[in-house]
Structure formats: structure tokens, C-alpha cells
């Protein structure tokens, strides 16, 4: 989110009657300059109706939280030192399926890869959206899952579909499974050609947690080196 969306960030939910609608919102995203310009662009309760009732930079924060905040939406990352994003829906289900106060989930994520985005709405997210997205349409989505509205970037849309048309379930990947979702963005990313030094920048991490990630999914994954990685991550289609 850029710094010329903040005007309209401001603007749009003021335009819609602010003080007739409010939100409580927690963010989890591990990288706190983030959680703090999100907080910027959308937490100007007067003027947005989003208040931020909490922060959590990993899976044990957020469920933590979560849990003794209760709000409306979680802004949920879906990559998470602990486990993930999936991690936190699964030990927050009891308050999804909570009748008379639920609290509900929209992914915002940096990753717009198929299996990231189905893998959080089977996990019972309402939505999910890009890093990319503007204030106002940040806060827009907000609210639109507070109803219970589901939103999707409108790419991410058609991944949905695809997996929720099929009549017949995915099958298990159990050598993809041993991975995190972190590590699996990593693994894209090197199959996609990329430096160390670009995928570091790309996912807001240092060069030396990419070489860790790189080292974790050899290990696991029983490979030798990046051209062998390269070849598996192609035969599975996760180029």
C-alpha cells in the first residue's frame, strides 16, 4: 500500500457514514513496519470505523490475541514463524464457529499462489487479498467480511473456483506437506530463477533466512542443490 492511497483511505469510509459503522481488527503479520503502516493507513477510527484492538507477529501472539481481544476481523499473514497462517485458523476455529460473536478471517498476504490461497480458505478464512491493495479498499474489505461477506483480489478469485469446481479432492502431496509455507514460497521462487538477494527482497527477509529456508527444504526434501529443486518443484506444477 502506497503512500498516495492514505487520502483515500481516510476519505472513502468517512464518505460511507464512519461514525455509523465501527470494527474491531487485529493485524498478525511478522514484520512489524508493515502492522504499523496498515495501522496508519486504516486505524484513524473517527474517520475509517477501524479500530486495531491488537498485533501479533507469529502463530502463538496471534492466537494469543486474538483470543483476548475477540475482534470482528483478523488481518491474517499467511506466512508465520509457527506455523502459518493455517496454523492460527486451526486453533482459532472454536471462535469462527462461534454463533453470537464470530470471529471472522481475511488473508493479506504478500503471495498470490494458488495453493496459499485455498489452503486459508479451507482453513475457514473469508477472504483474501494482496499487499497490493489500497487503503480504502483494504478497509472496504474489512467491513465486507465483518458481514460475512466473502473478498478476493480479483486474480485470486478464479483459484477458488477452480478448486472448490472440482469434484475430485487434490491428492496428497505428502513430501510438499513436510514443508512450511514460507519455505514453500521460498521453493517457487527458486524454481522461478530467482537470487537469493530477490527472493529476500521480495518477502522482506534477510538473505541469510533465505539460505536457512533453501538449506530446510533440501533437507526435507532429500535433494542436493537448486537444479534438482528447480526440477522437482516443475513436476509438480508449482512454477
Known sequence: MSDATEGNAAAGPADGGA?????????????????????????????????????????????????????????????????????VLRRCAPLMADAERPVRFLALSVSDAAED????????????????????????SVFRVQEGDAVFSPRLAGFVLDAFASTDAPPVDEDLDRLTQRE???????????????IAKQLYISVKTVESHVSAVLRKLQLSNRHELTRWATARRLV
Not at 512489524?32 to 477510527?45: D, N
Not at 514453500?184 to 530477490?198: D, P, W
Request: no cysteine; aromatic share 4%.
Open 117 to 140: 490461497v485455498i489452503g486459508v480458505i479451507r482453513g475457514g478464512a473469508r477472504g483474501y487479498v494482496t499487499k497490493t491493495i489500497t487503503g480504502s479498499d483494504l478497509i472496504d
Open 19 to 87: 461514525g455509523e459503522r465501527r470494527v474491531r481488527v487485529v493485524l498478525v503479520d511478522d514484520h512489524r513496519m508493515f502492522r504499523t503502516g496498515v495501522q496508519a493507513e486504516i486505524g484513524e477510527t473517527a474517520q475509517t470505523g477501524v479500530e486495531v484492538v491488537g498485533e501479533a507477529a507469529d502463530v502463538d501472539q496471534a492466537v494469543t490475541v486474538i483470543t483476548a481481544t475477540r475482534p470482528e476481523v483478523v488481518l491474517l499473514d499467511v506466512h508465520l514463524p509457527g506455523g502459518g497462517g493455517v496454523e
Open 184 to 198: 514453500r514460497e521460498v521453493l517457487r521462487l527458486i524454481a522461478r530463477g530467482y537470487a537469493y538477494k530477490e
